[in-house]
């Protein structure tokens, strides 16, 4: 009976290190998100045009792996002539495309629908924006210095998908975490 006992436990360890063998991992090619992790400072300026009448803005963001490093969050928050507005950004990897994806979800019902393509030290995500319930082309290019400490941010927004015009500048420095309330 004892002997029975050992073969059970044996083959109950076996089989569980072979279950954790086969748990799905992130794919490496989401490690390239690691350079946006940890908390942000940002300030810029929106162009008056369709998303309202433009302005200096500042801002928070904090960017952090997510349910097991399969995908990155990014939150934040801005005030400027529009307000103050906060918003969520997921961001992941589809193996299937092999292409990155992200949505954002923003507190004045604004979201975002598109791809990421990251080279080198520049970040580009396209896609559809909606904001009070119209469709726009939007075009949001990140360029990372090369300490990645500091990043310079240019958004430029379509009609059409054809002609293009700016819409925010800004810039992101890397700060320390902020104070715990």
């Given at each position: 009976m004892?002997r029975?006992?050992?073969?059970l ?6 089989l ?8 799905p991992k992130?794919d490496p ?8 992790v ?9 162009v008056?045009g369709p998303?309202?009448?433009g302005?200096?803005y500042?801002g ?6 997510i349910?097991?490093g ?5 939150q934040?928050?801005?005030?400027g ?6 918003g969520?950004e997921i961001d992941g990897y589809?193996?299937?495309d092999?292409s990155?994806v992200?949505?954002?979800?923003v ?6 629908s598109g791809?990421?393509t990251v080279?080198?030290?520049t ?10 319930g119209?469709?726009y ?5 990140l360029t990372?210095?090369?300490d ?8 430029e ?7 293009w015009a700016p819409?925010?500048e800004?810039q992101?420095?890397k700060?320390?975490?902020p104070p715990?309330?």
């Amino acid at each position: 009976m004892r002997r029975i006992s050992v073969l059970l436990l044996a083959l109950l360890v076996s089989l569980a290190t072979a279950m954790q063998a086969q748990a799905p991992k992130p794919d490496p090619a989401l490690r390239k998100f690691s350079a946006l992790v940890g908390h942000w400072t940002i300030e810029g300026e929106q162009v008056p045009g369709p998303l309202g009448p433009g302005g200096k803005y500042t801002g928070e963001f904090a960017d952090r792996a997510i349910l097991g490093g399969f995908f990155y969050q990014l939150q934040w928050a801005e005030k400027g002539a529009f307000g103050e507005v906060q918003g969520l950004e997921i961001d992941g990897y589809d193996p299937a495309d092999m292409s990155f994806v992200s949505n954002w979800y923003v507190s004045d019902g604004s979201r975002f629908s598109g791809t990421v393509t990251v080279s080198g030290n520049t970040w580009a995500w396209a896609g559809r924006y909606y904001y009070m319930g119209k469709p726009y082309r939007l075009k949001d290019t990140l360029t990372f210095a090369a300490d990645l400490m500091i990043a310079t941010e240019r958004g430029e927004l379509s009609v059409d998908g054809r002609t293009w015009a700016p819409i925010w500048e800004n810039q992101w420095t890397k700060a320390e975490p902020p104070p715990k309330k």
